[in-house]
């Protein structure tokens, strides 16, 4: 009998995969600039509809991953509600970008680190180093260790959301010092609360949208939870308020707290923890440690980033090759259940992408980046189109919903709200660039890379494999799992 992949995640690990997922320094750090851009009014506003997209797309995530929950979810869910060519290019393209997304988190915990520890450059590679033997090392034993580690890192991260804004707020009702500049009028200064009008709140939009990437891993490892089709749907409810509570929220409190005008919040460096507003809001408060602790906290998100991407790129490898679409040989289960000849070819491509960081010209490491930039919202699109065509080719088959485990509200509403408005954010990630005098081509090119890339490898795949359109009355809706 040949090895599968074992269920040992929990729902309690599902639930902090998909809120972990959401929160990291996009919220801690890039929050204040999203402020500083918009006005607090509209900041808000633009968390607001982009965490309603995110929630229609998980709710079509989760509809497909209870029916049938497999490892690789987009790339096999692709492939059979649409067609075969735009569920391989959606698999490379997701599996490339988790690959590059950990070479960028080990860059990232080096600049973490040398807040605490002054390193010579050429020896702060060594951390890079520890932390990818370690994430490593919590992927290679089971799929159990990486769903533990993730659990506390992002219980860490939901912990000082949570005391954030209790600390916010009793900090606005005069019962914390710290506070006493805080309150709506942080609302009415200059040209608050909306600033810069509807193109302002487009260019948050596109940081927001970065921001919550990630909220799709509990589509990856819902081949690996038990009683999937109890656990995905409640982790799957649970998403919204947890996005309503850990992003609008603390922007509210932000906002009412620190005026957008504060020139930290203009500064927009993520790499500096001092302009977090999390830690100017605890320094106000007299938490004179406040950026140590921030620090540790993002260390926090930027391995769990790293243990996430880890998983999600080497999951989907192997799930690749289980369909043929990759080499054989990542197919091969350990005992333990771990794709472990997967693990390893993804953590050998996040490596050599992390060595291009060091050299002093780093057009390399850049365009690696920029080519993983898109493909992120190419998996969003991909979950709407394959969730819409999925309860479409269901009702003309004639098949009883009722028996779905999970059912996305307003469809079809839902999925076609998701994906018109990740189409604009996509299309609009360097707008920019297009109402200049003379047209920054070389930006364009660097924004927008990763679609052509994605089109030739959906096309030259349907060429090759001479692949067809999947019809509604052919798909087929057998629960092989």
Known sequence: MPKKLKRDLKARHLTM?????????????????????????????????????????????????????????????????????????????????????VAVDLVAAQLVISYWID??????????????????????????????????????????????IIVGALMIFGILRGGEGAGWHNWTIGDAPFVGGFSSMIGVAMIVGFSFQGTELIGIAAGESKDPEKNIPKSMKQVFWRILLFYVLAIFVISLIIPYTDPNLLRNDETDISVSPFTLVFQNVGLLSAAVIMNAVILTSVLSAGNSGLYASTRMLYALAKEGKAPKIFARI???????????????????????????????????????GMTGFIAWLGIAISQYRFRRGMMIQGRDLNQLPYKASLFPF????????????????????????????????????????????????????????????????TRDY
Not at 49 to 75: D, K, R, W
Not at 428 to 455: C, H, M, R, S
Not at 461 to 474: Q, S
């Open 119 to 164: 390193l010579d450059h050429s020896l702060s590679w060594l951390w890079s180093a520890l932390f990818l033997s370690i994430i490593f090392g919590l992927n290679y034993i089971s799929v159990k260790g990486f769903g533990e580690a993730e659990f506390w890192f992002s219980l860490i991260k939901v912990v000082t959301v949570v005391i954030f």
């Open 414 to 477: 839902g999925p076609v709200f998701a994906f018109v408005l990740c189409l604009i954010i996509t299309l609009g990630q360097n707008y920019q660039a297009f109402l200049e005098d003379k047209i920054d081509w070389n930006g364009v090119v660097a924004t927008y890379i990763g679609i052509p890339l994605f089109l030739a490898i959906m096309f030259g795949y349907k060429i090759i494999k001479r692949t067809k359109f999947v019809r509604y009355k052919d798909m087929d809706f």
């Open 334 to 372: 350990s005992k333990s259940g771990v794709p472990r000849m997967a693990l390893v070819a993804t953590t050998v491509v996040a490596m050599l992408c992390f060595l291009t960081s060091f050299y002093k010209d780093q057009a390399v490491y850049l365009w690696l980046l920029n080519l993983s």
């Open 17 to 101: 995969i998909a809120i972990g997922g959401s929160i990291g320094t996009g919220l801690f750090v890039a929050s204040g600039a999203t402020i500083a851009q918009a006005g607090p009014a509209g900041a808000l506003l633009s968390y607001m509809i982009i965490g309603l997209m995110v929630y229609f797309l998980m709710t079509s995530l989760g509809e497909l991953a209870a029916y049938l929950p497999v490892s690789g979810t987009f790339a096999t869910y692709g492939s059979r509600y649409v067609d075969e060519s735009f569920g391989f290019a959606i698999g490379w393209n997701y599996w490339y970008n988790w690959a590059i997304t």
